[in-house]
C-alpha cells in the first residue's frame, strides 16, 4: 500500500514557476514508477510526466509533449518524494495535479497503469 500526498501547488502569473512534491508512504517507494497527471475544469485527466523505477533503467523520464523543455520531474528514494519542477507556465497549464505510482514500466502514460494517487493540488496561472 502506497500513500500519495502532494503539496506546492497554488496561484502564479505567466511564465513564472512553481515546484510541486508528492511525499509518498511506504518502504518499496523506490519500486515504483512515479508520474504527474493533471486535470483541468471539464476535462479529461491527462499525463503529465513519469520518471521510472530506480531498479529499472536508471530512473529515466517520458513528458507530455504539451510541458517538454518547461516540466522536470525528478525523484530522491531516500525521502520517498517526487517532485515536478515547473517553469515558464501558461494559463492553459491550469489544473490540479495529482501524484500516481505504478508497478509497471515504460511511458506510462496511460491512467489505468496506475495503482496509487494523491488528492491533487491546485496549480493556477494568470494571465
Known amino acids: 500500500q502506497v500513500q500519495l500526498v502532494e503539496s506546492g501547488g497554488g496561484l502564479v502569473q505567466t511564465g513564472g514557476s512553481l515546484r510541486l512534491s508528492c511525499a509518498a508512504s511506504?518502504?518499496?517507494?523506490?519500486?515504483?514508477?512515479m508520474a504527474w497527471f493533471r486535470q483541468a475544469p471539464g476535462k479529461e485527466r491527462e499525463f503529465v510526466a513519469v520518471?521510472?523505477?530506480?531498479?529499472?533503467?536508471?530512473?529515466?523520464?517520458y513528458y507530455a509533449d504539451s510541458v517538454k523543455g518547461r516540466f522536470t520531474i525528478s525523484r530522491d528514494n531516500a525521502k520517498n518524494a517526487v517532485y515536478l519542477q515547473m517553469n515558464s507556465l501558461k494559463p492553459e497549464d491550469t489544473a490540479v495535479y495529482y501524484c500516481?505510482?505504478?508497478?509497471?514500466?515504460?511511458?506510462?502514460?496511460?491512467?489505468?497503469?496506475?495503482?496509487?494517487w494523491g488528492q491533487g493540488t491546485q496549480v493556477t496561472v494568470s494571465s
Open positions: 511506504g518502504r518499496t517507494f523506490s519500486s515504483y514508477a
Open positions: 500516481a505510482a505504478s508497478k509497471y514500466d515504460g511511458s506510462l502514460d496511460n491512467l489505468s497503469e496506475y495503482d496509487y
Open positions: 520518471i521510472s523505477r530506480i531498479n529499472w533503467s536508471g530512473g529515466s523520464t
